[in-house]
T-cell receptor, first 115, second 113 residues
Framework: QKEVEQNSGPLSVPEGAIASLNCTYSDRGSQSFFWYRQYSGKSPELIMSIYSNGDKEDGRFTAQLNKASQYVSLLIRDSQPSDSATYLCAVNWDAGGTSYGKLTFGQGTILTVHP | DGGITQSPKYLFRKEGQNVTLSCEQNLNHDAMYWYRQDPGQGLRLIYYSQIVNDFQKGDIAEGYSVSREKKESFPLTVTSAQKNPTAFYLC????????????FGSGTQLSVL
C-alpha cells in the first residue's frame, strides 16, 4: 500500500512568518510530487509541482524534494491570512505518464495564518 | 471559459437509493477522474477514464459505477451498495498522458437523509 503522510496539524503561524509543511511517502520509485491548496468547501488547486531533488521556487512558495529521504516539503514565505487553507501533498508513483494521473494524496495539513 | 462543471452542489440520498453526480468538462481533456474526500482526509480515487468507452476502478470503487459515453462527460452513480456515501466528491480531468496537472471541478457534497 503506497502511502503519503503529512505532518499533523493544524499549523498556526503569524502573518509574515514562514510556514513549513512536510510530507513523506512510502515508495522510493515515486517520480512526481505536487502541492495543492484547498480552501474550505472548495476544490483543490495546484500550487507547486516538483520532479527533481532540490528546491523549486515560485514567488513566495518553495518546494523541496529529497528522494533519498523520501520527503517533500513546502515553504511559504511572508505568510498572509489569505494563505489559510488545507495543503494537500500528492504523489504520482509511476514514471513516463504511465500512472494515468492516479495521484495518491496525503490527509492534508490545515494552515492558519493569524494577523 | 473552459472548465469542469459538477452538479448538483449539494445532494441528499435516501436509504436504498441510487444517485448520480454529474461531471462535464469543455477542456477537451481525454482523462477524467472521480475522487472522494472525507472530513480531515485526503482524496481517494474512485474511478478513472483515459478515453471514451473505457474506465478503470480506483482504490475505492465498491458501491460506485461510472460511464464514459462522451469525451466531455463522466457521471458517477453512488449505488445503494455504498453504505457510507456521505462525502465531498470531486471530479477532475487531465489534458494528455504526459500532462500531470489535474483540473478539478467545484465538487458535490453528498449527504444521507
Amino acid at each position: 500500500q503506497k502511502e503519503v503522510e503529512q505532518n499533523s496539524g493544524p499549523l498556526s503561524v503569524p502573518e509574515g512568518a514562514i510556514a513549513s509543511l512536510n510530507c513523506t511517502y512510502s515508495d522510493r520509485g515515486s517520480q512526481s510530487f505536487f502541492w495543492y491548496r484547498q480552501y474550505s468547501g472548495k476544490s483543490p488547486e495546484l500550487i507547486m509541482s516538483i520532479y527533481s531533488n532540490g528546491d523549486k521556487e515560485d514567488g513566495r512558495f518553495t518546494a523541496q524534494l529529497n528522494k533519498a529521504s523520501q520527503y517533500v516539503s513546502l515553504l511559504i514565505r511572508d505568510s498572509q491570512p489569505s494563505d489559510s487553507a488545507t495543503y494537500l501533498c500528492a504523489v504520482n508513483w509511476d514514471a513516463g505518464g504511465t500512472s494515468y494521473g492516479k495521484l495518491t494524496f496525503g490527509q492534508g495539513t490545515i494552515l492558519t495564518v493569524h494577523p | 471559459d473552459g472548465g469542469i462543471t459538477q452538479s448538483p452542489k449539494y445532494l441528499f440520498r435516501k436509504e436504498g437509493q441510487n444517485v448520480t453526480l454529474s461531471c462535464e468538462q469543455n477542456l477537451n481533456h481525454d482523462a477524467m477522474y472521480w475522487y472522494r474526500q472525507d472530513p480531515g482526509q485526503g482524496l481517494r480515487l474512485i474511478y478513472y477514464s483515459q478515453i471514451v468507452n473505457d474506465f478503470q476502478k480506483g482504490d475505492i470503487a465498491e458501491g460506485y459505477s461510472v460511464s464514459r459515453e462522451k469525451k466531455e462527460s463522466f457521471p458517477l452513480t453512488v449505488t445503494s451498495a455504498q453504505k457510507n456515501p456521505t462525502a465531498f466528491y470531486l471530479c477532475a480531468s487531465r489534458a494528455a498522458p504526459l500532462e500531470e496537472k489535474l483540473f478539478f471541478g467545484s465538487g458535490t457534497q453528498l449527504s444521507v437523509l
